[in-house]
């Protein structure tokens, strides 16, 4: 079963703060790598997403970065607000998305 | 629009019992699946369907089936409810094959005693 390395596990950011979450996957053939976000009590949903021909994608204040020689990508929430704490999925896939792989999640905490 | 729907919400079985969680899109999504989400784990895909008619195993599919005889609906049926399955299940449609966006319902939390 191919992998999606997900990290931290947990992170506490102060409000105003960078969140960092990190990715790595190890399918050179995946093509496509979305984030979701969920609350507690819903489903996830999809926050942002990439293909490996751009390097970075910005949405407001949610940036992937992406690095194909090193098989790793990364979510940045800038300027961290109380509103964007939730658990943080990334995922990986080839082709269509029944071969999705999500990474195991990052609960995210950001204090006022 | 109401979206992905799953009911129930919240249930409790009994070892050996079973049941069926329903699921419901109304976008014409053709494309449905079922996930289940444990702690630290993330998502693992149970069933998936392309279609009315098409359904196919995920990674963990054991323990579990799945019909799908209309476009919107996507029923789980668990045969047999082991304490191994309990965990919150999510139902999920997408309108494209290729890579789109996965629209999730609220999901179902599912406990085995």
């Known amino acids: 079963q191919q992998q999606v390395k997900q990290s931290p596990q947990s992170l506490i950011v102060q409000k105003g703060g960078i969140s960092i979450i990190n990715c790595a996957y190890e399918n050179t053939a995946f093509d496509y790598f979305p984030w979701y976000q969920q609350f507690p009590g819903k489903g996830p949903a999809l926050l942002i997403a990439?293909?490996?021909?751009?390097s970075e994608k910005k949405e407001g204040r949610f940036t992937i970065s992406f690095n194909k020689s090193a098989k790793q990508f990364s979510l940045h929430i800038m300027d961290s607000q109380p509103g964007d704490s939730a658990t943080y999925f990334c995922?990986?896939?080839?082709?269509?998305?029944?071969?999705?792989?999500f990474g195991k999640g990052t609960k995210l905490t950001v204090n006022p | 629009n109401a979206g992905v729907t799953q009911t129930p919400k919240f249930r409790i079985l009994k070892i050996g019992q079973s049941m069926t969680l329903q699921c419901t899109q109304d976008m014409n999504h053709n494309y449905m699946y079922w996930y289940r989400q444990d702690p630290g784990m993330g998502l693992k895909l149970i069933y998936y369907?392309?279609?009315?008619?098409?359904?196919d195993k995920g990674e963990v599919p054991n323990g579990y089936n799945v019909s799908r005889s209309t476009t919107e609906d996507f029923p789980l049926r668990l045969e047999l409810a082991a304490p191994s399955q309990t965990s919150v299940y999510f139902c999920?449609?997408?309108?494209?094959?290729?890579?789109?966006?996965?629209?999730f319902g609220e999901g179902s939390r599912l406990t085995v005693l």
């Open positions: 369907s392309v279609g009315a008619g098409i359904t």
């Open positions: 995922a990986s896939s080839q082709g269509g998305s029944e071969k999705l792989v």
């Open positions: 999920a449609s997408q309108r494209l094959r290729e890579a789109g966006e996965l629209f």
């Open positions: 990439i293909r490996p021909d751009v």
